[in-house]
């Protein structure tokens, strides 16, 4: 007879996920989702352009009207894009310094993945996917792997 391993009790309450398909989660999470992004797109000193792409292509107009209004709805497509660049941000502030960490998206990388590109333009590229693949190796990088 083997025993099943059992883990032991956390004292902690598993969170239950975010329900982005909630409209009511998506009005908590957007505002402070769309000020988050617009702080790190500063701090990557991104232009306006590449900014709007990593949104998933926003026109010039929606863009600014967004700049200057941040509160309203955002579709689970442009949460999850903003969540996954915070993600990153704040992954390459753990893993350089401040410096390094701004720039990193706009220096050319040898990572196979980026192949010589940088990984601004890999995830332009790519969309979310590309954003997902870049979070991962951040997060994997920070776990020693």
């Keep these: 007879m083997t025993a099943a391993y059992a883990y032991p009790k956390s004292r902690f309450e598993p969170a239950a996920p975010v ?3 909630a409209k009511s989660e998506r009005e908590r999470l957007s505002g402070s989702a769309l000020k988050a992004f617009f702080r790190l797109a500063a701090a990557w000193e991104l232009r306006d352009e590449e900014a709007r792409e990593l949104l998933g292509g926003l026109s010039s107009s929606a863009f600014y009207e967004w700049k200057k209004n941040p509160q309203r ?3 689970v ?3 999850t ?3 996954y660049l915070i993600g990153i941000y704040k992954a390459l502030h753990i893993l ?3 410096k390094l960490a701004d720039e990193w998206v706009g220096l050319p990388n040898r990572n196979v993945i980026f192949a010589g590109r940088t ?3 890999y995830m332009q590229a790519g969309g979310l996917l590309a954003m997902q693949t870049v979070r991962k190796l951040l997060d994997a990088r920070r776990g020693g792997l």
Excluded: K, M, N
Aim: aromatic letters at 0%; zero cysteines.
């Design 19 to 21: 329900d982005l398909t």
């Design 77 to 79: 497509d442009r949460i």
């Design 119 to 121: 990984p601004l333009a």
């Design 81 to 83: 894009r903003i969540s």
């Design 73 to 75: 709805v955002l579709e």
């Design 96 to 98: 350089h310094g401040d």
